[in-house]
């Protein structure tokens, strides 16, 4: 069955950085697209990034553009979010998500999350 | 750009049926027919229920069934039962500049 396992979490002082690592199995992970949605303590969702199944062509939500960089490995069967400058809005939940390219626009299978606490 | 609107919480007995609105804008909601609907468990993954405003995967039971008119889309959960308590999501695709806009969420409770 389809899993998505994010790790990497931690916590980090303002100003620093992260790298997130989302390890999928269960599906042709090359052929999906995927993005990263966030849930801040108390908060509901927020898409963060998207990167389509060849990789070229990322999308961010303005909160974290210029900071973030998502990115994929298909060989590794592995999603990436690189996370720098980070201040203690980006504190949440993160969860990687597919998007099935038959089924476009919506999230079919998320992960269980990783937190990311961001304090000094 | 703002969350898409939900009401904070809705409650129903047991088989009773419940709706939830998910009101947005026409870049959003009205713009598109991407919504999309998510089932919450606190500490556990989300779980798509409902994609392409209507649509069902397979493994969702019929009880739960979506619609939308203009720009307020609804998530309808027929025949309530326990385990449908949870927090609920909907979302939209809102363009090539905004992309995805979720709702603020509704604790379904179940009496």
């Known amino acids: 069955q389809v899993q998505l396992v994010e790790s990497g979490g931690g916590v980090v002082q303002p100003g620093g950085s992260l790298r997130l690592s989302c390890a999928a199995s269960g599906f042709i992970f090359s052929t999906y697209h995927m993005h990263w949605v966030r849930q801040a303590p108390g908060k509901g969702l927020e898409w963060v990034s998207f990167i389509p199944s060849d990789g070229r062509g990322q999308l961010y939500a303005d909160s974290v553009k210029g900071r973030f960089t998502i990115s994929r490995d298909n060989s590794k069967n592995t999603l990436y979010l690189q996370m720098n400058s980070l201040s203690a809005d980006d504190t949440a939940v993160y969860y990687c998500a597919t998007e099935n390219p038959a089924v476009l626009k919506s999230f079919d299978y998320w992960g269980q999350g990783t937190l990311v606490t961001v304090s000094s | 750009q703002s969350a898409l609107t939900q009401p904070r919480s809705v409650s129903g007995s047991p088989g009773q049926s419940v709706t939830i609105s998910c009101t947005g804008t026409s870049s959003d909601v009205g713009g598109y027919n991407y919504v999309s609907w998510y089932q919450h468990h606190p500490g556990k993954a989300p779980k798509l229920m409902i994609y392409?405003?209507?649509k069902r995967p397979s493994g969702v039971p019929d009880r739960f069934s979506g619609s939308k008119s203009g720009n307020t889309a609804s998530l309808t959960i027929s025949g309530l039962q326990a385990e449908d308590e949870a927090d609920y999501y909907c979302c939209s695709y809102a363009g090539r500049y905004i992309h995805y806009v979720f709702g603020t969420g509704t604790k379904v409770t179940v009496l």
């Open positions: 392409d405003v209507s």
